[in-house]
């Protein structure tokens, strides 16, 4: 059985930098999209960061570049997500997913069938 099991999360003040994790357990595809949403109270789900383990090209929401960093190791069992530069507007709930194989849009959510539980990101002024 297939599972994510993410953590990581907590609070944090603007500007500051946390780091999750994500455990891949029981997934034996070689190549499958791996990714991070998140999804604050009334909003929708949204992409934050994906990689193709593949090659390891990433994909990342405009509203996150240059201050998230996507990355796996090299046994492809735990994704990370570095977060630098937290802005309030990045509080919400974390998840991390995984697809059964190439994605072709790799931040929509429907791409991905195995999601972790989530974990919770606050940051605060």
């Known amino acids: 059985q297939v599972q994510l099991v993410e953590s990581g999360g907590g609070s944090v003040q603007a500007g500051g930098s946390l780091r999750l994790s994500c455990a891949l357990v029981?997934?034996?595809?070689?190549?499958?999209?791996w990714g991070w949403f998140r999804q604050a109270p009334g909003k929708d789900r949204e992409g934050v960061a994906s990689i193709y383990t593949g090659t390891g090209t990433t994909y990342y929401a405009d509203s996150v570049k240059g201050r998230f960093t996507i990355s796996q190791d090299n046994a492809r069992n735990t994704l990370t997500l570095q977060m630098n530069s937290l802005k309030i507007e990045d509080t919400a709930m974390y998840y991390c997913a995984a697809s059964g194989g190439y994605c072709y849009t790799p931040l929509r959510s429907f791409e991905y069938n195995v999601w972790g539980q989530g974990t919770q990101v606050t940051v605060s002024s």
């Open positions: 029981g997934l034996h595809y070689t190549s499958f999209g």
